[in-house]
């Protein structure tokens, strides 16, 4: 499909491909090899046990570029969701019928040896290895599918921005609280070496603790690390938060709102780490 029919997708069907697993080379599969070594070195201790009780359950490996129809076999038997192959990024509309499908779509491609390390768009590796294993948690899932349901209402009332926010600072972004520590769920850090070292080692970054309507009122940049990470204590907390609210009115609320930006403490703000801001010092003062 080119890039040009998928701008004008509307449905789940339109999006849709097979992931035509047979044609992955074997420089495809070794690519995905170092990317899984290289990750699953840099996350450990530092990544939720769900998350590595998900990729043990799936049977995910170093083995080489999953094949879905095989990891499908056993996450619908978890969970009841599917993950199906997409051509990349796709409309509003159709990724959130999918998500209220419990359907999670997945890239096909994978990034050569000199991109491994920085990408524009998501990759096979980014869409399974960071989104897929935590798909298997009841809990986590029950909160996608939710989502998505939200999603095709601020499709229809002009929301889709709140809810980018929320899906950043949570599937992509977001930490956990656990007796251990701090943990990384958000895929955006687990897929990616940089950001996952940084998460890890550095301290410029805030640790705030997770508040919807904070979320839903901070914006983000996407070329850049985080300055501010928000922090969950339960992954059924995201679910009920969601199932609680009646977004229609709120977004036109929300509209009316200025936004934070990604650097600021707010008085009201529970502080789990304050940052240094060091990685941002040259950044105009906010
Ligand atoms: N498409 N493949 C893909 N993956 C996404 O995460 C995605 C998308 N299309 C739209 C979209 N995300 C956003 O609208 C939401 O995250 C808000
Ligand atoms: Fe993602």
């Not at 890239?107 to 897929?132: A, K």
């Amino acid at each position: 499909m080119s890039g040009h029919a998928l701008l004008n997708a509307q449905t789940v069907e339109d999006c849709i491909i097979d992931q035509g697993w047979e044609h992955y080379t074997p420089e495809d599969h070794a690519i995905w090899g170092v990317l899984f070594e290289r990750q699953q070195r840099t996350l450990r201790g530092h990544v939720c046990q769900e998350y590595l009780d998900g990729l043990a359950a799936l049977g995910i490996g170093p083995e080489g570029v999953p094949n879905f129809a095989r990891m499908n076999e056993r996450l619908r038997r978890l969970t009841g969701w599917e993950v199906v192959a997409v051509p990349g990024l796709i409309p509003s509309r159709p990724f959130f019928q999918m998500l209220a499908n419990r359907q999670f779509p997945a890239g096909t491609f994978i990034r050569s040896r000199e991109q491994l390390d920085y990408l524009e768009e998501p990759d096979i590796f980014h869409d399974v290895f960071g989104h897929v294993p935590l798909l298997t948690n009841p809990a986590y899932a029950d909160y996608m599918n939710e989502y998505g349901r939200i999603g095709l209402v601020a499709v229809e009332t002009k929301g889709v921005k709140f809810l980018a926010r929320l899906n950043w600072y949570t599937i992509e972004f977001g930490l956990i609280r656990k007796p251990e520590g701090i943990r990384i769920y958000g895929a955006g850090i687990v897929s990616s070496f940089g950001e996952a070292k940084y998460v890890v080692d550095d301290p410029s970054a805030h640790h705030l603790a997770f508040d919807l309507e904070r979320v839903l009122r901070t914006g983000y940049y996407i070329d850049d690390f985080q300055a501010t990470y928000f922090v969950i204590d339960r992954f059924e907390d995201l679910f009920d938060l969601l199932r609680g609210s009646d977004f229609t009115t709120r977004f036109d609320e929300l509209r009316t709102l200025p936004a934070y930006t990604p650097f600021e403490i707010l008085p009201q703000d529970v502080v789990v780490r304050k940052g240094t801001g060091h990685f941002w010092r040259d950044f105009p003062a906010t």
